[in-house]
C-alpha cells in the first residue's frame, strides 16, 4: 500500500483525514483504563498492564451496516492511523470496544507486542478466507496470489485450516521464501512460469476451493484464476478479492457458470469473531512471525516508510517503542 504511483500518489481507497499520526497494526500495554472498559474475552475489567491489540475500524456501532452487524462497512467509520491518530506514538488512547486481550499468547510466545502487532493483517487475511470464502473444509487444496502480508498470513491460516495443497503465486523471490515458511507447499513465479499449468500440475488438474487475490493487479492476474478455473476439475472454487486495485476484472461469466463458480469481495477484520479466533489460533500455534523481517525504533520510523517505496525485500518491519 505504501508504494507509490510514478506520479508520486498512492492508492488509498479508506478514509483519511491528514495529518495525522500513522500507524494502524499495534500492540502495547494499558497504562490507564477507563472504568467501563471490559474485556470481551473474559467479561472482567482491563487492569493496567494488561498487553492488548486494537482494530484498525473504529466502527460507530450505530448506523444500519453496524447494527445489522456488518461493521466493516460502517457507514460512520473513522480509520486509526488515518483519520485519527495512530500509533506511532509512545501512548495512544483507544475505545475499549475496539481492544482485545493478548493475555492468551504470553503462554506460547516470549514477545506478545511482537504478534499481537499482526493480529490486524492477519485478521484481514482471516476476514477474506474464512468469513467472506467460507473457509476450506480439510484437505481441500487452496491458491494464494500475491505474498504480500495479507497473503502470506492467509497461507498461515488456510495450512493451519488443513489445506491440502496451498500454492502460492509469487514472483519476488524473498517474498517467495517467506511464503514456503509459511507453510506454501508450491510457489509458482508467474513471470517464469506457466500459472494455469503449474496448478495442473501441482494439483493433479483437480485446481482448488479457494482462490485469493492479493497482489491488487486483476488486469494481470484475472485470466490465470478464471483459466485454472476451467481448465481444473474443480466446481464450486471462490475467488476471493482482498487487494484493492483501481483497475476492473476482466471475468469470463461463462467460466463461472459453467465451474459453478463465485468471486466475493472482502474487506476490514472486525466483527464476525475474527480478532478473537485469530488470538485464538495464534496462542494454539498459528505463528505468522516470520513475516517481520526488520525491527527498527520509534525514530527510524519515517526513513523506514520513505524506503518501502524501492525496498522489496522486507515484508512486515516491526517498530519497538520501548
Ligand atoms: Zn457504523
Not at 140 to 166: D, Q, Y
Not at 257 to 284: D, E, L
Request: glycine share 10%; with cysteine; hydrophobic share 40%.
Amino acid at each position: 500500500m505504501n508504494q507509490a504511483y510514478d506520479d508520486g500518489y498512492i492508492y488509498y481507497p479508506g478514509l483519511t483525514a491528514f495529518p495525522v499520526t500513522l500507524g494502524h497494526e499495534f500492540a502495547g500495554e494499558i497504562i490507564e483504563v477507563g472504568s467501563q472498559a471490559i474485556s470481551k474475552r473474559t467479561g472482567k475489567h482491563y487492569e493496567i498492564g494488561d498487553p492488548v491489540t486494537v482494530e484498525e475500524m473504529a466502527w460507530c456501532g450505530e448506523c444500519k451496516p453496524c447494527c445489522d452487524g456488518y461493521p466493516n462497512h460502517c457507514e460512520r467509520l473513522q480509520e486509526v492511523g488515518f483519520s485519527i491518530d495512530g500509533a506511532f506514538a509512545e501512548y495512544i488512547t483507544v475505545p475499549a470496544k475496539l481492544c482485545w486481550s493478548l493475555r492468551k499468547l504470553e503462554r506460547n510466545y516470549d514477545d506478545v507486542f511482537k504478534i499481537g502487532s499482526l493480529v490486524e493483517p492477519t485478521s484481514v487475511a482471516f476476514n477474506a478466507v474464512i468469513e467472506r470464502g467460507g473457509g476450506i473444509r480439510p484437505g481441500e487444496n487452496v491458491i494464494i496470489l500475491g505474498a504480500g502480508p495479507i497473503g502470506l498470513a492467509s497461507t498461515k491460516i488456510l495450512k493451519t485450516a488443513g489445506a491440502g495443497l496451498c500454492i502460492v503465486s509469487e514472483p519476488e523471490e524473498h517474498r517467495a521464501s517467506l511464503a514456503k515458511k509459511m507453510g506454501a507447499d508450491y510457489v509458482i513465479n508467474p513471470l517464469k512460469e506457466n500459472f494455469v499449468e503449474q496448478v495442473k500440475e501441482y494439483t493433479d488438474n483437480e485446481g482448488a476451493a479457494l482462490y485469493l487475490e492479493a497482489t491488487g493487479l486483476p488486469q494481470v492476474v484475472t485470466d490465470d484464476i478464471q483459466n485454472a478455473i476451467w481448465e481444473c476439475k474443480a466446481v464450486n472454487s471462490t475467488v476471493v478479492i482482498v487487494a484493492r486495485a483501481e483497475q476492473r476484472m476482466p471475468v469470463c461469466g461463462e467460466f463461472f457458470q459453467v465451474k459453478r463458480a463465485r468471486i466475493v469481495g472482502a474487506q476490514g477484520h472486525s466483527g464476525h469473531g475474527t480478532f478473537f479466533n485469530v488470538i485464538s489460533s495464534m496462542a494454539a500455534g498459528m505463528d505468522v512471525t516470520p513475516m517481520i523481517t526488520k525491527e527498527i525504533s520509534l525514530e527510524q520510523v519515517p526513513e523506514n516508510i520513505k524506503l518501502l517505496q524501492t525496498d522489496k525485500e522486507n515484508c512486515k518491519i516491526s517498530a519497538i517503542i520501548n
